[in-house]
């Protein structure tokens, strides 16, 4: 590591998942024990996903950033430096004739026509003896320039806000998904972690009951051999521990693989052990409008609706100077030893041509439309999903507190028989059916349970308020038993 790696604390790592290196990330520790909020603050600084939308928001704020300058002067600086070499054969001949024609001709139109004297001299030939048929030209030698120009649009109608607030728009944009996506795996991360924690519960009744039934087959071999059980009722005291085993070892894999799930989310090359225990409130929860006014308010759906809609306003706001005109100042000048230059200013119209005015116009109009109705639907489609998510919480809170009443008659039954075996008034398949009745009584009321949690944290992630699920849990006065504790 390098001092700039030591001083900032940024890494190469390597993803436990798929293997692939990662530059200018930070090492993060992860206890293999851990809560629920400790998982939530986990999966912000580990999901891909999300990293891959702060850097689609960076982008599109260094976008907007980089618009900002448009009307800003342009200052250019411009060099050159050349060589030439020119060699070249100029065939003069016709030229030369020419010239010999034009010159007889003019002589002639000045000296009056006299009779031909021998020893007079021709004046064209006499030019052209001095002209050559052809002339050789060459020339080679270097140039070198400097000058420094500067450009200055004092007035574009408006192009540049245009331009720089459909581009903040779209940052705006990013934004919602960013927040769609973390309130998504939010609720993917709850799933998961009590999906673990109730495969767990499963795995944890499966071995309770498989050592049950061994107490309750090893009391079934000595009534057997003392007579007091026929060898049918041995035997299926024997299957029924066989299946408890059986039973036993498929629930383990199942909470193995449940763990795995959480641990892929939070990309750890170890297994993760939840101790968050599933939980139920007795208390109601309040009234389904309070839940619809905060998804209103709160849900980055709509958000994402008005980033549209800003768009498309800053869209027709640009299409609305299509003919308005562009002022700019402009100056260059030559640095020489006799320096020469130029300024003025300048203004252009679009009179005819290129994206037609009042069709871009009526497209942003319509882009306008689009989303206010598209806020329209997605506020229906909210109130509905808070509605049935809010039904899915109370109903789940009901079956849990119904199915109290069978877990407490279950285990007394069970208990009742286990002792009727032991007087030899009830027979080991009795205790077996007594057992399985309780422990599928236990195993509703844990899936009630999960239920419950699942229902609320999908209100939760319709109200756009994820994070709130936490208040409830702290605030729950029903928790079931947890293996693991921190």
Request: charged content about 20%; hydrophobic content about 40%; overall charge negative.
């Amino acid at each position: 590591m390098g001092q700039a790696e030591q001083k900032t604390g940024l890494t190469t790592l390597i993803d436990p998942i798929t293997h692939k290196s990662i530059d200018n990330s930070y090492p993060l520790a992860v206890s293999s024990l851990l809560s629920l909020e400790q998982a939530q603050n986990i999966l912000l600084q580990v999901s891909p996903k999300l990293a891959a939308n702060q850097a689609a928001i960076a982008a599109s704020e260094y976008q907007t950033d980089a618009l900002k300058t448009l009307d800003n002067p342009l200052v250019f600086a411009q060099l050159s430096a050349n060589a030439y070499n020119l060699d070249a054969d100029l065939d003069l001949s016709s030229l030369k004739n020419g010239i010999v024609n034009d010159v007889n001709n003019g002589v002639d139109n000045v000296i009056p026509p006299i009779p031909p004297l021998p020893d007079l001299p021709n004046f064209g030939e006499l030019v052209g003896e001095r002209i050559p048929d052809s002339y050789e030209l060459k020339r080679s030698g270097s140039t070198a320039g400097a000058g420094l120009g500067v450009v200055w649009p004092i007035y574009t109608a408006g192009r540049t806000n245009a331009l720089t607030g459909a581009s903040n728009a779209r940052t705006q944009e990013a934004v919602a998904d960013s927040l769609l996506d973390k309130n998504e795996l939010y609720n993917t991360l709850i799933e998961r972690y009590f999906k673990a924690q109730l495969a767990i519960i499963a795995a944890y009744l499966r071995e309770d009951a498989y050592d049950t039934l061994q107490q309750t087959d090893h009391m079934a071999q000595r009534l057997f051999e003392e007579g007091f059980i026929s060898r049918v009722d041995r035997l299926e005291a024997q299957s029924a521990l066989a299946d408890a085993k059986s039973e036993s070892v498929n629930a383990n894999n199942d909470a193995r693989l449940a763990m795995m799930a959480l641990q892929r989310l939070l990309r750890t090359d170890y297994r993760i052990k939840p101790t968050t225990p599933l939980f139920v409130s007795s208390r109601p929860l309040p009234d389904v409008n309070y839940f619809q006014n905060l998804s209103l308010t709160n849900h980055p759906g709509l958000q994402k609706v008005a980033a549209k809609r800003a768009q498309a306003e800053q869209l027709h706001a640009l299409s609305d100077t299509g003919h308005k005109p562009t002022v700019m100042l402009y100056g260059y000048g030559q640095i020489e030893k006799d320096p020469s230059w130029v300024a003025g200013i300048s203004a252009s119209w679009k009179l005819w041509g290129g994206l037609d005015k009042n069709a871009s116009l009526a497209s942003s109009n319509a882009k306008i439309r689009q989303a206010d109705l598209s806020e329209i639907e997605v506020s229906d489609n909210l109130l509905l999903l808070v509605e049935k998510n809010w039904h899915d919480v109370n109903n789940a809170q009901s079956r849990y507190q119904a199915l109290q009443s069978n877990v407490d008659l279950a285990a007394e039954v069970l208990r009742l028989r286990q002792l009727g075996l032991q007087e030899g008034v009830n027979t080991p398949i009795e205790v077996v059916q007594a057992q399985t009745q309780s422990l599928k009584a236990r195993t509703e009321q844990a899936q009630a349970a999960n239920s419950y949690v699942q229902s609320l944290a999908a209100l939760m992630q319709s109200c756009g308020t994820p994070l709130a699920f936490n208040a409830y849990l702290n605030a729950a006065d029903i928790r079931l038993p947890t293996l693991y504790t921190e």
